[in-house]
């Protein structure tokens, strides 16, 4: 059962999740999992770019975007389950899978379970370590200060490390649309979310067990999971490439759309 079209609403997990699904019916599937707090318009121009040739799909994470938030726990695991829920719900048995940041987080902890269903992985702005013990406090400050003064001021501190320092000139129009993005996402959301992210395992013991192949992007001027955490996975996940794009921070696939394009086109391209 699946309608093609942007905002569909399907249940998974018991929660109604929105994804969009783009592009010819028997086409290679791509699915592409949004960062934290984004949701799934931030994949506006790699669906454009894709789906002419392939079937691609993008969701709104539970409690982001358009999908409501359901009453579990969060946890990157639940995230996971409604991932795979999603594909069988959709009845996609194999697909390539693309995570930026918390996406990656969740593509990652998929691979450790169901790497079978995925015929290839595109970690974007990711890391596989677990929290520290340090960004786990900053996870409960950034938690109390949402509950104290509000998703609005939470944005504008969020927005000062996402970006690199030229697209605060270059990529006005971006910053906004990511700004709204955060500002959409309802309070209670922000704080489950928070804590599923700081709960969350580290996988990089899984990647040496990664067998299909892998690319690796990140912005060179990533600040919250920079190049160096992006090396430590391509040495480690055999026959994986790496770009670095230039011009870029945390949000690589707006912030250097042509450069991603033509990576994630180029590696598509060599899957199928
Ligand atoms: C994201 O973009 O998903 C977040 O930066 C991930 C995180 O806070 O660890």
Not at 120 to 149: G, P, V
Not at 239 to 244: F, Q
Request: aromatic share 8%.
């Amino acid at each position: 059962m699946s309608s093609f079209g942007n905002d569909i609403k399907v249940i998974v997990n018991h929660n109604a999740l929105s994804y969009y699904d783009e592009g010819p019916n028997k086409a290679p599937v791509i699915i592409f999992i949004h960062g934290f707090p984004f949701n799934k318009s931030m994949w506006n121009l790699q669906v454009e770019a894709l789906k002419d040739k392939y079937r691609v799909i993008t969701y709104d994470i539970r409690g982001h975007g358009k999908s409501d938030a359901g009453n579990d726990v969060f946890t990157i695991d639940l995230f996971v389950n409604d991932l795979i829920n999603l594909m069988e719900t959709l009845k996609i048995d194999n697909a390539i899978l693309c995570g930026l940041s918390m996406g990656g987080y969740i593509a990652l902890n998929a691979m450790g379970k169901y790497q079978e269903r995925f015929d290839a992985l595109i970690l974007c702005d990711t890391q596989c370590i677990a929290d520290t013990l340090e960004a786990k406090e900053k996870r409960i400050k950034a938690i109390e200060s949402i509950r104290k003064t509000g998703v609005e001021k939470y944005a504008d501190e969020s927005i000062k490390n996402l970006f690199a320092s030229g697209s605060f000139i270059t990529k006005k129009k971006e910053i906004s649309a990511v700004r709204e993005m955060i500002l959409k996402t309802s309070e209670q959301s922000l704080c489950n979310t928070l804590l599923a992210l700081s709960g969350r395992n580290e996988t990089c013991n899984i990647l040496s067990r990664i067998k299909i192949p892998v690319l690796i992007m990140v912005g060179k001027e990533d600040k919250i999971t920079p190049p160096a955490s992006a090396l430590f996975m391509h040495e480690r996940i055999k026959d994986s490439m790496l770009k670095i794009l230039e011009n870029a921070g945390h949000l690589s696939n707006l912030e250097s759309p042509d450069e991603f394009n033509v990576q994630l086109k180029r590696f598509i391209a060599s899957v199928y």
